[in-house]
């Protein structure tokens, strides 16, 4: 009888099990080309996250850092991290984030995009 409540009880709360802040898209777009150079870069995650825990760098094909450093929820939903960036040129770009969900999950990723002359 009790490993029929535990099951019953895990399969009522699967968000409970599974809750991990996800990229669910991202500005400039995962792989895609942009013309003209972003001045940020924002991600959408499927939940919501702490700010002061999670992060975005964006480097460029040398390496280097080229964001202000300055990770942000824009506006007031939380489910956005979003990061400003120094002036860039055409190029190639990677993104590498960081996010710890509300309930502390932990999760990462990278994605690159290119910017266009």
């Given at each position: 009888?009790?490993?029929f409540v535990l099951a019953a009880a895990l399969l009522a709360c ?14 400039p777009p995962v792989g895609g080309t942009v013309h003209g150079a ?80």
């Amino acid at each position: 009888m009790t490993r029929f409540v535990l099951a019953a009880a895990l399969l009522a709360c699967p968000a409970l099990a599974h809750a991990h802040a996800l990229l669910r898209n991202a500005t400039p777009p995962v792989g895609g080309t942009v013309h003209g150079a972003p001045a940020t870069v924002e991600i959408t995650f499927s939940e919501a996250v702490e700010p002061q825990f999670s992060s975005i760098v964006v480097t460029d094909a040398g390496g280097k850092q080229v964001d202000r450093k300055d990770p942000h929820v824009p506006g007031n939903d939380a489910h956005h991290l979003a990061v400003g960036l120094n002036p860039v040129g055409a190029g190639a770009y990677r993104v590498e984030w960081h996010a710890t969900s509300v309930d502390t999950h932990k999760t990462e990723g990278s994605f690159s995009f290119t910017v266009a002359p």
